[in-house]
């Protein structure tokens, strides 16, 4: 069975801290896909990044950056220097291999003070 | 352009009311999903499309009723629903669900059923 678990409810920070969000999840697949969204108050997804199981390589995009840790299945997500305009809720997903079903993990909701 | 677009963004509708959600995109996607998002919950797969044809129904009661008419239009029918459908409907599409790739997504309609 596929699950993934965001053991953090809410998370709140202010203005210019660096915050992790956790994510770990299970899956009995060798090969699987991971991914992080974010959902602003307005409702839509927002795709932040895809990574597959064979590269491990973390990876940094501007303030966002990604752990990807096969040996702990975790896929962490840290905001450096977190901003107002980060609040929103986080999503950790894995998705059903060649269904495009997105098993989602139950949300981080950040809230960022200025 | 990334845009999935949905129509209408917020409905009130009546229990014996008949109304249909629209999506639409153009990016040349093949699959395309429909997924239900209750308040502080992740959203949940209801029906997945692929190649225009149904591919995953989720269980899904029969009163929501999907539609494919081409490859970038997406559709979800509704008839004599109850006031537990309330939520959040979110459209998606992704190249094709075979090669596990990310999902856009639309920013949804608010649904109310009275």
């Known amino acids: 069975a596929q699950k993934v678990t965001q053991a953090q409810t809410e998370i709140s920070v202010v203005e210019k801290e660096d915050v992790t969000l956790d994510c770990v999840y299970e899956?009995?697949?060798?090969?699987?896909?991971l991914f992080w969204y974010k959902q602003p108050p307005s409702g839509e997804l927002v795709f932040l990044i895809r990574r597959n199981s064979f590269d491990e390589q973390n990876e940094i995009s501007g303030r966002y950056s990604w752990n990807f840790q096969k040996s702990t299945s975790s896929f962490n997500f840290t905001i450096t220097a977190s901003q107002v305009v980060d609040s929103a809720v986080y999503f950790c997903?894995?998705?059903?291999?060649?269904?495009?079903?997105?098993?989602f993990g139950q949300g981080t909701t950040l809230q960022v003070k200025p | 352009d990334t845009e999935v677009t949905q129509t209408p963004k917020h409905l009130v509708m009546g229990m014996t009311n008949k109304k249909s959600l629209k999506c639409e995109q153009h990016m040349g996607h093949r699959a395309m999903y429909w997924y239900k998002q209750k308040a502080k919950k992740p959203p949940e797969l209801m029906f997945v499309y692929s190649y225009e044809k149904l591919s995953i129904n989720e269980s899904v009661p029969s009163r929501f009723s999907p539609e494919c008419p081409n490859s970038s239009l997406l559709n979800l029918h509704l008839h004599a629903l109850q006031p537990e459908d309330s939520a959040l409907y979110l459209c998606?599409?992704?190249?094709?669900?075979?090669?596990?790739?990310?999902?856009?997504f639309g920013q949804g309609t608010r649904l109310t059923v009275v």
């Open positions: 998606a599409s992704s190249r094709s669900e075979k090669m596990n790739t990310e999902a856009f």
């Open positions: 899956t009995r697949d060798t090969t699987y896909y």
């Open positions: 997903a894995l998705v059903m291999p060649y269904t495009g079903k997105l098993i």
